[in-house]
């Protein structure tokens, strides 16, 4: 591609040489690493780095163009000064891969809580129909089938553009976070769908108030085509509050609640059978929710919604419900030899613990433990939310660690100590290793109780334990295992 070509559009603080502009190249990249012969190098200004400082690596390794944010002389190759790198990165890398976001149809998911819930559920019901989907997420990316690796929930604007143009998928569906749109990851992508699902308390150390969390997660429907649809749950303020923006820009919105004027709304819930009676724009009709809990009725109404606005028949979508085998990490439930229940759920808010708790309890929870922990270097002003409502809904929680990021082993232990003593209550214990807190759960638990294990879902843990496991889920299976042998041998 000429370089004219790759900056079409482009916001520049300098000019080319228009002989310049007729050299090809070869490829983009935003890491000194990834450089090769005849590429073009945007430095990115980063949070631990600065890609200016890496420019003559990027040149040694072949670049034959750098883009930057920064006034840089003496180089051996064009240099081109733009507004913002971020941004210009999108921009370059949606011309260099084609727009490959114009040629598909494309969903954008935002919120706090249920995207990765939400974007599975979609997949499932639009596959279900005939549909080709690609998923781009939290847990991992899908494309063409085949399953890769997710380092964020919102890929860079580069690698998001490439995965799009790697795609034959009819259907792409993301998951788009508020720290990916504030730092321009989905700069060049044209949305057909955009799903807001709810907003909670989450990221105050990133966005200093919901109001900016709020603006950030707004930026997304600016990226609406131009006959694109929204789908926006109404149940909460901030849901509302789009809606109404969005509809006195002009926008189609379609809402998603409990109130008469939603375009699907829930009328009635049957909890202990995960059914629902909705109003779909006018036709009565019963869903079934997959997944325990109230929160998973929204996320399956809201793929259920986005389904229907592509024109797939009610009868279908509610008949594959009852075959989504859900999400890993999400509210997985097993059963324990013992007659209790565990749970592993992602949740690391207090509104999604809320959730967590509540659907034990509606489920039939005799008694409710519940472990869990916090992440270092990550929100504090919702760690005490979070402890007031394990102490309110719990019968017994256990704090542990979370991922300590930077945080040292002493410093978490402490916040526990002294988060404990302020907003807890006699319900509470602290074991610090991870594994050992769920050993103990387990190994104390009775017939009819649920423990419920929060923070972590799908992820891998980041620091070693006593037990040789990698996961809750693992150390669930492990301490299973060993509880069957012992029993054994009693017997």
């Known amino acids: 591609m000429k370089i004219s070509q790759l900056l079409y559009e482009l916001d520049t603080k300098t000019r080319l040489d228009p002989q310049i502009s007729e050299l090809d190249i070869e490829g983009i990249a935003d890491n000194s690493k990834d450089v090769g012969k005849g590429y073009a190098f945007v430095a990115i200004t980063g949070f631990e780095s600065d890609g200016h400082q890496y420019i003559e690596q990027a040149i040694e390794k072949g670049a034959a163009i750098v883009i930057g944010e920064k006034p840089v002389t003496g180089l051996s190759v064009p240099y081109l000064q733009v507004q913002n790198s971020r941004k210009a990165l999108g921009r370059i890398a949606r011309n260099f891969y084609g727009n490959p976001s114009s040629q598909k149809v494309v969903i954008g998911i935002t919120g706090t809580n249920g995207k990765t819930t939400t974007s599975y559920m979609l997949q499932h019901l639009l596959e279900s129909s005939g549909k080709t989907c690609s998923v781009i997420g939290t847990i991992q990316n899908i494309i063409n089938g085949q399953k890769l690796k997710s380092a964020n929930t919102t890929p860079s604007s580069l690698a998001l553009h490439k995965l799009l143009s790697l795609s034959r998928d009819e259907v792409v569906i993301m998951e788009v976070s508020s720290h990916g749109l504030s730092q321009y990851r989905l700069e060049g992508i044209e949305l057909d769908y955009c799903l807001f699902t709810n907003l909670h308390h989450e990221h105050l150390d990133y966005h200093d108030t919901m109001e900016d969390y709020f603006q950030a997660k707004l930026l997304m429907f600016k990226q609406l085509k131009i006959n694109g649809k929204s789908i926006v749950n109404v149940a ?128 039939g929870a005799q008694r409710i433990i519940h472990i869990f922990g916090f992440r270092g270097d990550r929100d504090s002003s919702k760690r005490k939310i979070m402890l007031t409502v394990a102490a309110e809904w719990s019968d017994r929680y256990i704090l542990t660690f979370d991922d300590l990021n930077t945080v040292s082993e002493k410093g978490m232990t402490d916040a526990l100590q002294q988060l404990n003593e302020e907003y807890g209550n006699s319900k509470g214990t602290i074991i610090i290793d991870r594994t050992l807190a769920i050993k103990k759960a387990i190994t104390e638990s009775k017939p009819g109780d649920w423990i419920i294990i929060t923070g972590k879902g799908h992820e891998k843990y980041q620091q070693p334990y006593e037990l040789p496991t990698g996961s809750d889920r693992e150390t669930i299976e492990f301490v299973s295992n060993q509880l069957k042998r012992v029993n054994q041998e009693y017997q």
């Open 236 to 363: 909460n303020f901030w849901g509302q509050k789009l809606a109404d923006i969005l509809k006195s820009e002009g926008k189609s919105v379609y809402t998603i609640g409990e109130s008469v004027e939603c375009n699907f709304r829930i009328q009635q819930v049957d909890s202990q059978n995960s059914l629902a009676i909705i109003e779909d724009n006018g036709e009565i009709r019963t869903i079934f929710y997959p997944m325990n809990g109230i929160h998973n009725l929204y996320n399956t109404l809201m793929a259920y919604a986005t389904s229907r606005l592509l024109d797939i028949s009610s009868e279908t979508l509610i008949h594959s419900t009852y075959r989504f085998k859900g999400v890993e990490g999400r509210f997985e439930v097993s059963k324990l030899a013992n007659g209790s229940t565990v749970v592993v759920d992602y949740a690391h808010t207090p509104d999604a613990i809320s959730y967590c708790l509540k659907t034990a309890r509606l489920q």
